[in-house]
């Protein structure tokens, strides 16, 4: 009888402790939603479990694809949005949204090439495209050679590797070369997929890197952190000042502090082929969209303070993870932007 | 006395037909609702994915159909390449899987020692619990390097050959229709023979047992005697491994090389139907997308028409054996 008596009233006061627990942790806590652009799903999952930690509120971010993150954010289903592409002023004006970059990323040439060391290669934007164009077939090609005299390059056939699955990285790799190239603007264009005139598609970086690992006399792009990460060849670039410059974050950076940030409305604007004598000139960011006036208030309030605290405290979480922070001049027309735009 | 205590007995019985008749009509409509569900869920699927395509699937007539322009930049899509790498991956497959699961499902039943049978029996349905993810992750990182180390030799020997040769010419990346068409000749074998296993173990023994009397060989018992009685069930599991074949998506992604570009040859990257809808649809929009949704669509018309095919072919084989 005593014991049958005890085991519910202990029950009680679990339940009850685990009631006031959750009623407790609801009442403090906000939890945002942000869905899109996969590219950056690792840091913006990185710094919201830091951010979790340091605030109690909750980033729930859903990589669900770039198109899909706008599709969400137009719906007014989510939070915020990221998108790998800009939209345009218009687009932005008709649904009252507005848009800022979060974080940057470099793109990277990547080969297998026996003989040939990882940064000992060189080219620039016109031999890329016509390298995916197909018109340049041969490592041995004499622009190829052109650029890098003192390498031994083999007589073999390129085997041009490409993305599979539509991406952010290949916008912005196609956007490159169509800045470069006019024959590739005419013939191929920009876009997350495009019609590849040459070569084999790999789902995701890590298809493509896993296609350059294994097939001899192979190109194609990655992003940085892969390249890094699956100690991929990658190539040296020729920027559009003429300098040669390797992928680092540092030049990576350059490519964000050259841009023309500020007469770009809505930062509307593509960070490849840009023109500082250090940029790295396949150099990417993707932006965050949010509602001018905001739909939640409370949560918006959140989205900003975490946007914040990864712009001011999370630079070493991206860097961990081979991102760029957005340089300081750009945080700051960030704020301004945020100020005079948006609702708060 | 015996007239007043029989008289409410037919009033019972005629009480508890009424109801059985209520509860049989009940029971009917239940059963009809359940089989009406399944053809509803197929029909909604299949017009909500024409509803989804219509802005691609009629575009131009019937330009999707046959085109093999894929130009998402221009909004130009034309479903040709897909179509070809789906049938062209799922017919090598059924050419590999279907002699060997033949191969196994005999030995299993005829020839094994009965000790073996559980074990190996076990091992291939294991093979069918695998998911399609690890086959594609082996796929690409075991046997496409193995098969780029014999595709020189491939293209040497096969190539030459007049016809065909076309068939077995071009680089040795190790991926492409021939890799595909092996990962899911592995996948399906494990379907088709358990399948052909478990109708060839229903032939009635003494039925074998005359033929062995009448002195045939064991290979004149299978081909005369098992294979007829066991015909339409074996045909059934072919076509169930090739319905799986049809519409894998995973595996084949990772070692089809997905190029929209048609090539004659079997070590040319291609692409399919299923695998061009996973690499794409995360970042469609539009157009885009609509035509991703019609691809989905035509994927149930090529299921549709090869399993029409299978019931032709079934109807054929039952009238020539005069049932």
Request: charged share 15%.
């Given at each position: ?344 | ?26 029971f009917r409509f239940l059963l009809r609702f359940c089989a009406m569900l399944v053809l509803a869920a197929l029909l909604g699927a299949a017009l909500?994915?024409?509803w989804g395509g219509r802005e691609v699937l009629f575009k131009d007539g019937f330009r999707f159909l046959f085109s093999s322009d894929w130009n ?252």
């Amino acid at each position: 009888m005593l014991t049958s008596l005890k085991l519910p009233s202990r029950l009680g006061t679990l339940a009850f402790a685990v009631a006031a627990s959750l009623f407790g942790m609801t009442a403090q806590a906000t939890d945002i939603t942000g869905a899109g652009s996969s590219f950056v799903y690792p840091v913006i999952s990185k710094w919201s479990a830091a951010y979790a930690e340091k605030t109690g509120n909750h980033i729930n971010y859903q990589s669900i694809g770039s198109g899909g993150g706008i599709a969400q954010i137009k719906a007014g289903t989510v939070d915020f949005g990221a998108s790998d592409m800009p939209l345009k002023a218009e687009d932005l004006a008709k649904f009252g949204l507005g848009q800022f970059p979060d974080v940057i990323g470099g793109i990277v040439p990547a080969f297998n090439v026996s003989g040939v060391a990882a940064g000992s290669l060189v080219l620039d934007g016109p031999t890329l495209a016509d390298i995916y164009l197909g018109k340049i077939t041969m490592w041995n090609d004499p622009a190829i050679v052109k650029l890098n005299p003192s390498v031994h390059l083999p007589s073999s056939k390129i085997f041009v590797v490409h993305r599979s699955d539509g991406s952010g990285t290949t916008f912005n790799f196609t956007d490159y070369l169509s800045k470069v190239s006019t024959d590739w603007k005419s013939k191929v264009g920009e876009g997350t997929a495009v019609q590849w005139p040459t070569g084999i598609g790999g789902k995701g970086n890590e298809g493509v890197s896993a296609y350059i690992k294994q097939i001899p006399n192979s190109l194609g792009y990655v992003e940085y952190a892969y390249a890094v990460q699956n100690k991929l060849g990658y190539a040296k670039m020729k920027n559009a000042a003429g300098t040669v410059v390797e992928p680092t974050i540092a030049s990576f950076q350059a490519a964000a502090n050259t841009a023309d940030w500020k007469n770009a409305k809505d930062f509307n604007l593509l960070m490849t082929n840009a023109p500082g004598a250090d940029a790295w000139p396949i150099t990417a960011t993707s932006w965050v969209i949010m509602y001018k006036t905001p739909k939640n208030a409370a949560n918006t309030k959140v989205a900003f303070d975490f946007f914040k605290y990864a712009y001011e405290q999370g630079q070493d979480a991206a860097r961990a993870l081979d991102y760029v922070p957005l340089p300081a001049s750009l945080v700051q027309q960030i704020e301004a932007y945020w100020s005079s735009e948006y609702k708060q | 006395m015996s007239a007043t205590s029989a008289e409410p007995i037919p009033r019972d019985t005629e009480h508890r037909s009424r109801t059985d008749a209520r509860h049989d009509l009940f029971f009917r409509f239940l059963l009809r609702f359940c089989a009406m569900l399944v053809l509803a869920a197929l029909l909604g699927a299949a017009l909500s994915t024409l509803w989804g395509g219509r802005e691609v699937l009629f575009k131009d007539g019937f330009r999707f159909l046959f085109s093999s322009d894929w130009n998402p930049v221009e909004n130009q899509f034309g479903a040709l390449a897909p179509i070809v790498g789906t049938l062209v991956t799922s017919l090598i497959a059924l050419l590999l899987a279907v002699p060997v699961s033949f191969g196994i499902a005999l030995f299993l039943t005829e020839i094994a020692p009965r000790w073996m049978r559980g074990p190996v029996s076990a091992a291939i349905e294991l093979l069918a619990a695998i998911p399609s993810i690890i086959y594609g992750m082996w796929g690409l990182f075991v046997f496409v390097p193995f098969m780029a180390s014999i595709e020189p030799t491939l293209s040497d020997t096969l190539g030459n050959i007049p016809v065909i040769g076309a068939l077995f010419q071009g680089p040795p990346l190790g991926l492409g229709l021939l890799t595909a068409g092996i990962v899911l000749a592995v996948m399906i074998l494990p379907f088709i023979s358990s399948v052909m296993r478990e109708v060839f173990q229903t032939v009635p023994a003494r039925l074998k047992e005359s033929s062995y009397a009448l002195g045939s060989t064991t290979w004149e018992v299978v081909w005369d005697i098992v294979l007829p009685y066991t015909r339409s069930a074996v045909i059934g599991g072919i076509f169930l491994g090739l319905g799986r074949a049809l519409g894998e998506t995973m595996a084949v992604t990772f070692v089809l090389g997905n190029s929209y570009n048609l090539t004659a040859s079997l070590l040319m990257p291609g692409t399919s139907i299923s695998s061009s809808i996973a690499n794409e649809f995360n970042e469609a929009v539009g157009m885009h997308r609509s035509a991703l949704i019609a691809l989905g669509f035509l994927l149930f018309v090529v299921t549709f028409i090869v399993l029409l095919i299978a019931r032709f072919m079934l109807r054929q084989l039952q009238r020539k054996e005069g049932r």
